[in-house]
Structure formats: structure tokens, C-alpha cells
């Protein structure tokens, strides 16, 4: 079956601009995590939804950061007024019910210059 | 000090070596250990799964967790060129559904 598809795949923006990150879980699946990976560094823990609810967002770097989803299915990861140092990889990744056992989409590779 | 240590490499070895990656950790809380390859331009992907203490075999793949010394390895025997990829281990707590990754170990197998 299809996997976690994230979308856009590559996102270059210039500073200050906002940008929109979306991703589609695997069907079925009540969890769903964005992670953040910067260049030759480990994957940092964003947010983490439960259905529509997110009990853990303790990751989200700003309040320029923020996140929702709807329909236990689509999130969207919203970065406001980016700025060069939010330049990384963006992941998504699901689970069928909050499990250790996650599922990582291909990224949106996110540039801000 | 970061929650959970890992060398970067890069580690470049022969095909058909053994090859050894290790991460500590300085949480005793975490309970659940795992490693992931990740291909250039990739997500990561699961490789191996243990739940605290032991060791765990999967065909050329053997995870190794030590609790007591806070250190976990993957082993990787018969080592081929399409094992080449940067392996992460992230690690968790009972009920916490964060994972807290290594900085990732990139290898490259040379045939």
C-alpha cells in the first residue's frame, strides 16, 4: 500500500516568508509525528498528533512553528516568517496507533535564503 | 551533553566485513531501542526493534542492548555495498511516544 507522502519535496523560500508543509499519513494510521533533521545531524522531535489532538508538542522550536491536522489524516506544518536557520529536512512520519513502530515519509527538504 | 551519543563517522569498510555501530545514552528511563537506515535523500526506515536489555537477530543484522552500561549496538554481517547509508538509533521511554535519535552513523561498504 502507499506510504507517508509528503509534499512539497523540495521548498526553496526566501527569509521572512511563510511556508506550508503537508503530509499524508498511511491509511489507517491515528498517529502521526513530524520530526526535523538538519544537515549531517539526527532527527529532532516536533510534534506528535493523536487523531486530531496533539498531547505532545513539546518539540516545536517557536511560536513560529505550528501544526495541525484534520480528519485523522492530512497535517499540515506551518513555519511562519522562516528564517535561515530553519533550513533542514522536514519528516512526517505515521503509526497505526502511537506505537514505537513509525513509518517515515521522504521528507520536504525546506531552504530558506 | 546530548541524551543520546553517536560517532558520525564516517566508517568505510570492505564488503564482507563485520561492521560495529554503537550509541549511549545517558537516560536510564528509556526502555525501547531501535536503529534505522537512512539512503541519501531517504526517510529512515526501521531496521531493528528491541524492548530493554539483550540482543535481537534479524538475518545479517544483530541488535545488542546493555542497559546497565547504556550502550547499544547493531552488528552487520557480510557486510555488501547496498548496506552503504548513514544508520540512526533513536531510543524512547515507557508510554513516551518521542523518539530521541543518535546523530547517525554514516557507512559506506566498498566492494
Known amino acids: 500500500g502507499a506510504g507517508v507522502s509528503q509534499s512539497p519535496s523540495n521548498k526553496v523560500t526566501e527569509k521572512g516568508k511563510d511556508v506550508e508543509l503537508r503530509c499524508d499519513p498511511i491509511s489507517g494510521h491515528t498517529a502521526l509525528y513530524w520530526y526535523r533533521q538538519r544537515l549531517g545531524q539526527g532527527l529532532e522531535f516536533l510534534i506528535y498528533f493523536q487523531g486530531n489532538s496533539a498531547p505532545d508538542k513539546s518539540g516545536l522550536p517557536s511560536d513560529r512553528f505550528s501544526a495541525e491536522r484534520t480528519g485523522e489524516s492530512v497535517s499540515t506544518l506551518t513555519i511562519q516568517r522562516t528564517q535561515q536557520e530553519d533550513s533542514a529536512v522536514y519528516l512526517c512520519a505515521s503509526s497505526p496507533w502511537g506505537g514505537n513502530t513509525i513509518y517515515f515519509g521522504e521528507g520536504s527538504w525546506l531552504t530558506v535564503v | 551533553q546530548k541524551e543520546v551519543e553517536q560517532d558520525p563517522g564516517p566508517l568505510s569498510v570492505p564488503e564482507g566485513a563485520i561492521v560495529s555501530l554503537n550509541c549511549t545514552y545517558s537516560?536510564?528511563?528509556?526502555?525501547?531501542f531501535m536503529w534505522y537506515r537512512q539512503y541519501s535523500r531517504k526517510g529512515p526506515e526501521l531496521l531493528m526493534y528491541t524492548y530493554s536489555s539483550g540482543n535481537k537477530e534479524d538475518g545479517r543484522f544483530t541488535a545488542q542492548v546493555d542497559k546497565s552500561s547504556k550502550y547499544i549496538s547493531l552488528f552487520i554481517r557480510d557486510s555488501q555495498p547496498s548496506d552503504s547509508a548513514t544508520y540512526l538509533c533513536a531510543m524512547s521511554e515507557q508510554g513516551a511516544q518521542k523518539l530521541v535519535f543518535g546523530q547517525g552513523t554514516r557507512l559506506t561498504i566498498n566492494p
Open positions: 537516560n536510564s528511563a528509556f526502555q525501547y
